[in-house]
């Protein structure tokens, strides 16, 4: 039940703590320890193993591994009709804009071909815990802040403790019958399977859980999968627990054709402007452009012209396709986002690496017009 301090705090503590994780995500070497609030680590070139202690300052340590971690020690003490005093995981994907290394998330629903996992725990008695596996789920590629929905998978259980909301029915998933929780922590909506027996071993597909959702109504196929992730949420004790392996991959994407092709462009060279955001880290970046028609005419159909300064190479892209990874590319719409009103504005984003200085893009065109810089 991690769900309503969590919900609370998550946005401040967590805010402060995604600088943190970005700057101590490093390629860990045999057990790692992180007692580092917002620590974080890589494991095997593909994960991101965080600390994540959100909801106590009491000390907490996790020795990190090849293929997983192991909480060391863990002073926190939470209330049971409450939310837990932390969330170590691993996970593929975003959060808090700290992505995986070369993850392909945030990925549309629709655009998924295939998501699979695999997970080993490592149980202990004498704790009140949860075992929980997070997938996170946006109506946008949100790389940062708090996700609109999040299925949680308990895989154990241990004191008095439940998931948010009430008991809504059951689901046969992966080989088990789950018990299926649904409420809301107040800032994000929350859907629970709860395994009746301990699992300590289990390989699945994350897309039967991501299906399960979207036909109880909570999503549709047009939201974006930001991220995989398995841990614990400790209230009392926990010392010994452990993710001993972990995997995670997603298949799919592909572009998908504009709906129309460019109209001509703004006359006058003024009908555009266009903002350029960044969250950047040593080696790393996440760009969103967002495109504002400023004249008179909507837009059919937009193609979006700038170069990207040297040493910079994009790894994904999301709203848009995309003619490029490096050097000159153009942006083009989708098929569900190549109109833009009179006044009106269209946005796409793409993660990327870099070397040397970080730069931005010096200009932009739309549909060949110059756009001034929003």
Not at 7 to 14: I, M, P, Q, V
Not at 59 to 70: D, L, M, P, R, Y
Not at 303 to 309: A, E, K, R, T, V
Request: with cysteine.
């Amino acid at each position: 039940m991690r769900h309503a301090l969590r919900a609370a705090l998550t946005a401040c503590l967590l805010a402060a703590g995604s600088l943190t994780a970005i700057a101590l995500a490093l390629p860990a070497r045999a057990d790692t320890q992180i007692c580092e609030q917002f620590g974080s680590t890589t494991v095997g070139g593909r994960y991101v193993v965080m600390n994540n202690r959100w909801g106590t300052t009491a000390e907490q340590c996790i020795t990190v591994t090849a293929t997983g971690f192991a909480i060391a020690s863990q002073q926190g003490v939470g209330n049971t009709s409450g939310a837990p005093v932390s969330y170590p995981a691993i996970y593929y994907g975003c959060h808090y804009t700290n992505c995986s290394p070369g993850t392909n998330l945030p990925l549309r629903v629709d655009q998924i071909t295939s998501a699979t996992s695999s997970i080993e725990y490592g149980f202990v008695s004498g704790a009140t815990y949860d075992a929980a596996y997070d997938i996170w789920l946006d109506p946008t590629p949100k790389t940062d802040g708090v996700n609109q929905q999040e299925i949680m998978i308990w895989f154990n259980r241990q004191g008095a403790i439940q998931p948010i909301g009430s008991v809504v029915g059951t689901a046969t998933i992966g080989g088990h019958t789950w018990e299926v929780w649904r409420g809301s922590n107040g800032q994000n909506e929350v859907i629970s399977y709860v395994a009746p027996a301990p699992i300590t071993t289990l390989g699945f597909s994350v897309l039967d859980f991501i299906t399960d959702v979207r036909t109880r109504g909570a999503i549709t196929s047009a939201w974006y999968l930001t991220s995989i992730q398995a841990g614990f949420e400790p209230w009392i004790g926990g010392t010994g627990l452990a993710v001993k392996s972990f995997s995670a991959s997603v298949n799919g994407g592909g572009s998908t054709p504009p709906t129309t092709p460019p109209t001509t462009p703004p006359t006058g060279g003024t009908g555009c402007t266009v903002a350029y955001q960044t969250n950047v880290w040593p080696g790393g970046f996440t760009a969103t452009v967002t495109v504002t028609n400023t004249g008179a005419a909507a837009i059919d159909g937009w193609s979006l012209g700038f170069g990207l300064p040297a040493g910079q190479a994009v790894t994904q892209a999301w709203n848009a396709t995309l003619s490029a990874t490096s050097g000159a590319i153009t942006a083009r719409n989708l098929s569900y986002n190549g109109s833009v009103s009179a006044g009106g504005s269209q946005s796409f984003g793409f993660q990327g690496t870099y070397t040397g200085a970080f730069a931005t893009p010096a200009a932009f065109t739309l549909n060949g017009a110059v756009c001034a810089n929003g």
